[in-house]
């Protein structure tokens, strides 16, 4: 689908007023002209100075026309009703979820049209795996990949991932397909050249070429943005297309840009890194979901004004912000308590990398596989000290306090629920006497977002089993799951009694599905 446009309050002046700027500005550098070899400049000790000899700009014919076979062009068949106005948009905006009660009498009428959405991917494996975003195929009823060459095959959504915004799909080819390896997204620096190839308005292998930007960028579309900024022309329908270096090599998945009219690219778009694909691909290939490292800190920026309160060291550079991630309390039985984290600390380094803000954080603990051993640098009472603890599993530290999220053996429902009181009743045209639980919440790509379920959904039973708390649903939930049988939902939807059925491996019946295509996922 199309990118992100990102609002910008810029406003353009007219051309008449352009024109006279740009005369002002010459008649200004006339007019300083003799200022350039001025004496009055005489101290240089801080001028900087660039060296290395002058560059040609790179031709990069060869290099397309041995990637350009592995970029594919993707039409996905999508409900309107699953499009919710985004444009694009990662996930819910950055945002997250809404916080109940949910403005129910707000939520789109849902709809049976479709909509033809076109995006881009490449092929990472010569079997037919192809990776692209996630907005690019979600809520897709039919997902078609057209290769280089013209051949039109259809694809199975093998996993997607809504808070980092990939998608994994798997075509059937008839033989090798040509593919492309991803690259070190780390070693990327601003300035060095990138090359975008995708289908942008339907014209597929269209190449620019630009610079990166900038690295780590966060434009609040999700928990774990950290995206590479290109100057390279990107545009709707390039999401989800490569983003290559020099050496040929995917450091980046073209996924977003800011646009002040909503319209075509003005230089500045974002990519996902390289190393978040790798992680993210690498676990959808396996599982179809993603899981996610958890420590269990609620964190804050410091200002300079804590910074002083905590004696913590002054800024390398005068004047920079205080670096680190300020711990403001600790969730109890986590990873960080068991470890000996407290609040006050300030978490400065998390294996081995430097961290300079809560959001650093939270990325760097998500990419870690639960289990894992991790070393964490922090600052107490002025000190510098370091501990050692085993990240947890982000999808198992909700507690069961009515988000039916996990169970045993593995297995994913993917909703929160409520209770069903009386105000809710009132928002869904209910009446008094009625029933269940209300799903408050459903993670984009869970088996339940595939199987049909909405926010606003009223759980009247589980199995045969009458429901009126959110905790009790989620024991027979998780009993049903842990047991790998058949689970049957029977919901209230707009005043209708309708049954939801999902098997052991994620399957679903009884409400057409967005997506129902073998894959799971995990948005944690």
Not at 492 to 512: K, M, N, W, Y
């Amino acid at each position: 689908m199309s990118e992100k446009s990102v609002t910008n309050v810029c406003k353009h002046g007219s051309r008449r007023n352009w024109t006279k700027a740009l005369l002002a500005g010459c008649m200004l550098v006339s007019a300083a002209g003799p200022w350039a070899g001025s004496q009055s400049w005489a101290d240089t000790s801080s001028m900087i100075k660039p060296s290395g000899p002058a560059q040609r700009i790179p031709d990069f014919v060869e290099l397309v026309k041995q990637v350009k076979p592995a970029v594919v062009s993707i039409t996905s068949m999508i409900r309107s009703d699953a499009v919710e106005g985004e444009g694009g948009s990662m996930g819910m905006g950055g945002g997250g979820p809404f916080p109940f009660p949910f403005p129910f009498q707000m939520m789109p009428q849902p709809s049976k049209q479709l909509i033809e959405a076109r995006g881009s991917g490449f092929v990472i494996s010569a079997d037919g795996y192809v990776v692209t975003n996630n907005h690019v195929v979600k809520g897709a009823t039919k997902v078609t990949v057209t290769l280089d060459d013209g051949t039109t095959l259809p694809a199975k959504v093998v996993g997607r991932d809504g808070k980092t915004d990939l998608a994994l799909l798997k075509v059937t080819p008839t033989q090798k397909l040509p593919f492309i390896e991803l690259g070190e997204s780390d070693d990327v620096q601003p300035g060095e050249w990138v090359i975008a190839v995708g289908n942008p308005y339907g014209l597929g292998g269209t190449v620019t070429a630009g610079i990166v930007s900038a690295r780590g960028r966060d434009i609040n579309e999700g928990p774990y943005d950290n995206f590479i900024q290109v100057d390279a022309p990107i545009n709707r329908g390039n999401s989800g297309g490569p983003l290559f270096t020099q050496d040929g090599k995917v450091v980046g998945v073209n996924t977003a840009i800011l646009s002040p009219s909503g319209g075509g690219s003005i230089g500045i778009g974002f990519a996902i890194p390289s190393d978040t694909v790798r992680s993210v691909v690498d676990q959808l290939r396996k599982t179809g979901h993603v899981v996610r490292g958890y420590l269990g800190v609620n964190a804050q920026v410091i200002s300079p004004v804590m910074a002083s309160a905590l004696n913590l060291p002054a800024p390398a550079v005068a004047g920079a912000p205080p670096a680190g991630a300020l711990v403001a309390s600790v969730s109890q039985d986590s990873p960080a308590e068991k470890a000996g984290l407290k609040a006050e600390d300030v978490i400065t380094e998390f294996n081995g990398q430097k961290i300079s803000t809560p959001h650093d954080l939270a990325v760097r603990v998500a990419a870690v596989p639960p289990g894992t051993q991790v070393t964490i640098g922090f600052i107490r009472a002025g000190k510098a000290q370091t501990l050692t603890t085993k990240i947890g599993n982000l999808a198992t530290a909700t507690g069961d306090t009515g988000k039916a999220s996990t169970a045993a053996g593995g297995q994913h429902l993917g909703i929160a629920l409520a209770p069903l009181n009386r105000d809710t009743r009132q928002q869904l045209g209910l009446p008094q006497d009625a029933h269940g639980v209300v799903v408050s919440d459903v993670e984009a790509g869970s088996p339940a977002d595939q199987a049909g379920i909405r926010p606003g959904d009223v759980i009247q039973s589980v199995g045969s089993q009458p429901v009126d708390a959110p905790k009790a649903a989620v024991g027979l939930i998780k009993t049903a799951m842990a047991a790998k049988k058949p689970l049957l939902l029977r919901i209230l939807r707009e005043g209708q009694s309708l049954f939801i059925a999902i098997s052991p491996d994620g399957s679903t019946a009884g409400v057409p599905t967005a997506n129902n295509m073998g894959g799971d996922d995990d948005d944690n």
